[in-house]
Every structure is written in structure tokens, then in C-alpha cells.
């Protein structure tokens, strides 16, 4: 690609103009094209998968005075913050107010067409696939990510977006962009959820809401690692979760799901719990572990505050790990999954840009299996 390119001084792109319900996702054709600054690149999203920190955002789920389940009616008409005012509300990840309007998207994939200073121009025309994770590695590991694409910086709900270029991996693969958006977000938060469980070969791992982004990430991440997996949704998903690879599905409309998961793991017992959903499993998720197992957690659209009984914490020397950062290791490593193959990606559905309100109403139906794509 020629590196002197023409970039229009406008796109189309959807707005979030405020928390709230799905009203609050406004469609334009007459966004400003940022620009890419120091050390960033210009990419022309080709596809920009949909995930569930879209609507935690929007919601204002993530503000500490919220305590409900992620719910169907939450995600489409905004959580209860107990009359917190707009303005003091600490609706992002890192407890911070939001600034609108906002163009969210986190799971990125196009081509950049332009360099920002101290970029080589011979980035120009790389087709990439986006970490949506801005860090600042000086700080401590596990609190390095400063800004998160779509919430604390624009992201790719629209045409264009500038991202820092060390952000931005070259890959090379035959899927399409859509396929491809199916990745970031949902596959290195799996990576990072498993591979701090240390989850090994042989060992038993309980995933729930095995049928969303994550869960059917880790589903096959899990696979990958020799583990033996017990997948838990809801039981009209059972035959698309099992095709998967899980060797075993618990419908998690059961009348004892923890019953059921003794059943199967036997006198070993489990290894690891991979939780995405919380809510009230997270309780029988500590007694289900073994001696020396580990929960790992990255999501509680379930529920967020939960009873613990820490006599399960301590006597059977358990370990809890929280994931909010995946370190540039681990997306590199999903990347070269990607590339080698290993890793299907799960499709549901594609939406054009300004279909945006739709697909994100069809996530909190939760009736999809793997992922929804915005492709603009």
C-alpha cells in the first residue's frame, strides 16, 4: 500500500452518548478520523467482535454501587446505580468516571494505513489483529493496563481507529476479519484465566457460560492443555457446547449443578474452576475445587457480591486469581494459536455498523454460541 494513502476527515462510526440503555448507542456518518499520534497507527477496522465489557460500560455495570446480575432488562435499559449522579458515577473497570461520547469495540481487526511519528512506514498495508490493552509496562505486572480500547480510548465501532503500534500484530492467516475478531478480548482473557491456574494436563477444569466468547475460548484452550473439560450453560446449547470438545456438559438449569459436577469428577475431584458468569455457583465453585485447586474468575454477570466460606479458602489451600490484565505473552500466544490454527473461530452472526443496537441486544438475550461481529 502506498504509504501516502488518502484518509478522509470523516467516518461513520456509533457513539455511546451516555450510560444507559441501548438508546444511548447514536449512529453517524459524520465522526472526525482521529489522527494517529506518537508512537500509534491508523487501522481501517475490517471487522470488530462484540463482548460483554460493551455492555458493561453502556450499563454502568462496572460502578461499585451496582449489585445485580448483568440480566437481559440491565442490558437493555441500564443498571440500577442507586441514584448516583451521572457525573460522580465510577462506571469503567478501573473505577473511573467515562467519558462520552465514547465509540466502544475493543476486538479489533483491519489494516493500517497510517503511521504516527516514530512509527516505520513500512507498517503501512499490515492487515493486524488489536490487544486491546494499553499498558504501561513500568508499572507493576498485574497493574500495567492504563487504558482499555473501547472504554478509556475510542475503539472499533467505526471505520477508522489509531491505536499504539506495539498494539497492533501483524498476522497472517486465511480467515476473514470477522473470523478473526472473534480473538481479542475473548480468547487472551482465557489464555490469561488458564495459564495463571497453571491448568495442566489430565487435570479436570469447570468452565460456566461455556457457550459465550470466553467460555467457548477457554473450551478450547483447555483442550489444547490435555485438561479434561466440564462445560456448564444452558441446556438448549448442550449439543453445540459438546462439539466443541467439552467431554462433559452440566446444564446449568439443573436442580443441583454441583451434584451433577460431583457426579463426573469423581473422588479426584476438580482442578480449576474457570468462572465467567459468578452469581450464586461461585459458592459450590470453592467446595467443588480439591485440595490445592485453583478458581480463576474474569466476569459475574451473575452476580457480582457473593457469600464465601473461607474455611474452603483455607483449609484446603486453595488459590483465587482475578483477570482483568492478559500480559503481551499471552496475546502473543493466542496470536500464534491463531496462526498455526489450533483455535476455531465461533461465528454466530455478523452486523453491519449500524446495526450495532441489535447486536447488542442479541448478547444479553444470551441465546448465541461463540461470538456476534460488527463488520462496518
Known sequence: MDAKVTV???MRAVL???YGGIDKLEYRDDVAVPLPEVSEVLIRVGACGVNNTDINLRTRWYDRAVNESLSEDVGLRGADAKGEDDNDTKGTWSSQAALFPRIQGAAVVGT?????AGVDDSRIGQRVIVDPQVRDLALPERAQLIAYLGGDRDGGFAEF???????AYSIDSSLSDAELATFPTSYDTAE?????ARLGNGETVVITGAAGGVGTALIQLSLIRGARVIAIAGAAKKERVLSLGAHHFVAREGKDVRADIE????ENGVHVVA????????TDSLKLLARGGRYSTAGAIGG???PIDLRDLIYKDLEMFGITCPTPETFRAVVDHVASGRLRPLIEKTFALRDLPLAQTELVKRNHVGKLVIVP
Do not use: H
Open 192 to 196: 490469561e484465566m488458564l495459564a495463571r
Open 304 to 306: 457480582p457480591i457473593q
Open 8 to 10: 478522509p476527515e470523516k
Open 112 to 116: 493500517i494505513i497510517k503511521v504516527g
Open 161 to 167: 481507529t489509531a491505536v499504539p503500534s506495539e498494539n
Open 263 to 266: 457426579a463426573i469428577s469423581g
Open 16 to 18: 455511546l452518548t451516555g
Open 275 to 282: 468462572d465467567v458468569v459468578g452469581g450464586p455457583f461461585f
